[in-house]
């Protein structure tokens, strides 16, 4: 099992649930880290069904998204699925005014996220 020093990571059905550990996602080396450890679980399972659980996040950055938009190319270059959860309505306003709520496939809880996958 690998070991994530930003990431909680946790297998629901045969879906991914990923948590953040940081509050704020400013740091620089932090969101490089994140984004190493994010396409590192990417990487480790094809076709991935991927859930970023948002809920202990209070900011974050303009490099955190563009973060999560590599990512999400990813995911789908794999063949793999990827939503968002429990994002705040601060937060949620700037993938709005980036458009970015358009790219994601963003749900109100956890289990809405989950089951949009199909």
């Known amino acids: 099992m690998t070991s994530y020093q ?3 990571v946790k297998d629901v059905g045969d879906a991914v649930v990923v948590g953040f550990v ?4 400013l740091d620089a ?4 880290q ?3 450890e994010l396409l590192s679980l990417v990487e480790s399972k ?3 069904r991927l859930v970023l659980d948002f809920s202990k996040v209070e900011f974050m950055s303009s490099a955190a998204l563009g973060k999560l938009v590599s990512l999400e190319k990813k995911v789908k270059e794999k063949g793999g699925k990827i939503r968002l959860c429990h994002i705040r309505p601060e937060i949620f306003e700037v993938f709005q005014i980036t458009n970015l709520h358009k790219v994601f496939g963003i749900h ?3 289990r809405d996220a989950l ?3 199909g």
């Open 22 to 25: 940081d509050r704020k996602i």
């Open 29 to 32: 080396a932090n969101i490089q």
């Open 46 to 48: 094809p076709e991935i």
């Open 34 to 36: 994140l984004g190493g």
């Open 108 to 110: 109100a809880t956890q």
């Open 6 to 8: 930003r990431l909680e």
């Open 115 to 117: 089951a949009s996958l």
